[in-house]
């Protein structure tokens, strides 16, 4: 049973627009969150996280959202950029309990221009 | 820069074969990880370590073994390649501890016929 999933195969967004990928969680335990993004021929690359003691954090064109309640994260990206268009992995971690990640199945972003 | 190598980009071996997949990284870190990535199943983690010579299985060990003789390298064994081994390989490193992102390789397209 996977602990963190990614409803949503695929997204397309026109640039300039606002992207949202979105992520769901069933470990309560889960206390670190990231997002990584991945061109294709390419290993991930991370991109922005959040602690659970926070519900928003913001890097340039990405904010993530923390849910805790309902167990769900979300990746802002504004604007959506050609660029941007690439596979995003959501990842979550109890932090001490080592390093462990445990990874969504992936969305992959289009963007057009 | 944090810098992980893979010993391959692309790898096509045989059913029964015995393959090494190696990974070095110029950080010092003392967490190293191999996954595989799969279509809509995200990365998964094979095993992990968090010293040299120390090893813990992650969620999909079978088939695989690992082996890290050096703090810099990390090595991914199958010891009998199957064709539902084909797969993207990824390594990975982080610091120590909990809370730190991992830092990827490139990635080993590997398949089994």
């Known amino acids: 049973d996977q602990q963190v999933k990614q409803n949503s195969p695929s997204l397309s967004v026109q640039e300039g627009r606002i992207s949202i990928l979105n992520c769901d969680y069933t470990n309560s335990m889960f206390d670190y969150f990231l997002w990584y993004k991945k061109y294709p021929a390419e290993g991930p690359t991370f991109l922005i996280s959040?602690?659970?003691?926070?519900d928003k954090n913001e890097d340039g064109r990405f904010t993530v959202f923390l849910n805790k309640s309902a167990k769900h994260l979300s990746l802002h990206i504004v604007p959506s950029q050609p660029g941007d268009s690439a596979v995003y992995f959501c990842?979550?971690?109890?932090?001490?309990?080592?390093?462990?990640?445990?990874f969504g199945g992936g969305t992959r972003l289009m963007v057009k221009p | 820069d944090v810098k992980v190598t893979q010993s391959s980009r692309y790898l096509v071996k045989r059913t029964g074969e015995k393959v090494f997949l190696e990974c070095v990284q110029d950080m010092d870190h003392e967490n190293m990880f191999w996954y595989r990535q799969d279509p809509g199943l995200g990365l998964r983690l094979i095993y992990f370590?968090?010293?040299?010579?120390?090893?813990e299985k992650g969620d999909i060990p079978e088939g695989y073994s690992v082996s890290r003789e050096k703090k810099e390298r990390f090595s991914l064994i199958l010891e009998s390649a199957s064709t539902n081994q084909t797969s993207m390989y990824l390594c990975a490193s982080s610091l120590g501890g909990g809370g730190y992102e991992q830092y990827f390789g490139p990635g080993t397209r590997l398949t089994v016929t």
């Open positions: 990842a979550a971690s109890v932090r001490n309990a080592g390093n462990m990640l445990t």
């Open positions: 370590s968090y010293d040299v010579k120390m090893k």
């Open positions: 959040i602690s659970s003691i926070k």
